[in-house]
Antibody, heavy 124, light 107 residues
Framework: QVQLEQSGAEVKKPGASVKVSCKAS????????LNWVRQAPGQGLEWMGW????????GYAEQFQGRVTFTSDNAITTAYMELNNLRSDDTAMYYCAVRGWYMVRGVNYYFDNWGQGTLVTVSA | DIQLTQSPSSLSASVGDRVTITCRASQTINTYLNWYQQKAGKPPKLLIY???NLQSGVPSRFSGSGSGTDFTLTISSLQPEDFGTYHC?????????FGQGTKLDIK
């Protein structure tokens, strides 16, 4: 089954960088875009952007442009999200997520799976 | 950019009640709308995709409807395990976006 396993919680100081990993299994890693979403404490979900592991193409939400980078190591089916110049309002749970269609014996199925989340705390 | 507005922001209902949550898009999104349920400390779980399709394994008391700009998530008979926060998400155009969430409490 589709699984996304994220790296552990991080505590960073303002101005530092953080790199979160997302290890994928149970599906063809390079066949589906991977999205990153974050959720500040007590707040709603915020879409950060997407990455296609096959092509390396990425798209970032405007509020993160210039500060975030999505990469992947296809050999180990792992995606990464790096956020630079951290601020206190970057304190949040960060999720990777994948969705798409697959076919089994002629029947199409939709999947939409999320990692367990990585808590990033930014504090002086 | 497309904004999604959910209503209500919170509600409290009793077991057995019929519950309706709405999601309105700032421009047409066809049926590119998903509904999620999220419980504290957990990632969102997909309930409905493409506005009205029940995800495999999700109880049939959940249903979705709508197209264009107005969408509805309905729980036909509320169960105790249905508490949590419900989110809508559009994937019609980039940047994708979520509604602000609806927190559902069980009376």
């Amino acid at each position: 089954q589709v699984q996304l396993e994220q790296s552990g919680a991080e505590v960073k100081k303002p101005g530092a960088s953080v790199k979160v990993s997302c290890k994928a299994s149970g599906y063809s890693f390079t066949s589906y875009d991977l999205n990153w979403v974050r959720q500040a404490p007590g707040q709603g979900l915020e879409w950060m952007g997407w990455m296609n592991p096959y092509s390396g193409n990425t798209g970032y939400a405007e509020q993160f442009q210039g500060r975030v980078t999505f990469t992947s190591d296809n050999a180990i089916t792992t995606a990464y999200m790096e956020l630079n110049n951290l601020r206190s309002d970057d304190t949040a749970m960060y999720y990777c997520a994948v969705r798409g269609w697959y076919m089994v014996r002629g029947v199409n199925y939709y999947f939409d799976n999320w990692g367990q989340g990585t808590l990033v705390t930014v504090s002086a | 950019d497309i904004q999604l507005t959910q209503s209500p922001s919170s509600l409290s209902a009793s077991v057995g009640d019929r519950v309706t949550i709405t999601c309105r898009a700032s421009q047409t999104i066809n049926t590119y709308l998903n509904w999620y349920q999220q419980k504290a400390g957990k990632p969102p779980k997909l309930l409905i995709y493409a506005a009205s399709n029940l995800q495999s394994g999700v109880p049939s008391r959940f249903s979705g409807s709508g197209s264009g700009t107005d969408f509805t998530l309905t729980i036909s008979s509320l169960q105790p395990e249905d508490f949590g926060t419900y989110h809508c998400r559009q994937s019609y155009s980039l940047p994708y976006s979520f509604g602000q969430g609806t927190k559902l409490d069980i009376k």
